[in-house]
């Protein structure tokens, strides 16, 4: 899977918004305002949110599969663009962090409005 079809698939994504705020060869994907992916242009290379424990059996599974680069390690994997992982899993990968942000966004709501009720 290639940067643009990267870049092509986190776009199907529902509420999808892509920027630059921290570099020019780091496309960031944002679902909410919440970042799901973080794309680096030059090194080919992908950071996605992860479920813990999944997170440390893909390390385990694929050695293109490293800790998340720049990132809360046990939340975060970096997943190296090199050709070696199959292009399905990169997607299932993909829908799994922005499943996560967007569940998670989900969550804080609900606590917000659970709270302003028992007031």
Not at 88 to 101: A, G, M, N
Request: glycine share 4%; aromatic share 10%; charged share 30%.
């Amino acid at each position: 899977m290639n940067i643009e079809e990267i870049r092509e698939y986190c776009l199907t994504l529902e509420n999808t918004e892509e920027g630059f705020p921290f570099d020019e060869t780091t496309l960031v994907f944002k679902v909410h305002g919440k970042i799901y992916a973080l794309l680096s242009l030059d090194e080919h290379r992908i950071n996605l949110k992860c479920e813990p424990e999944l997170a440390a059996q893909l390390r385990e599974q694929f050695e293109e599969v490293l800790p998340g680069y720049h990132m809360n390690k046990k939340h975060w994997n970096t997943v190296v663009l090199n050709g070696m992982i199959p292009l399905p899993y990169i997607r299932e990968w993909i829908d799994h962090s922005y499943s996560l942000v967007c569940s998670s966004r989900f969550r804080k709501r609900k606590n917000i409005h659970s709270k302003s009720r028992k007031s």
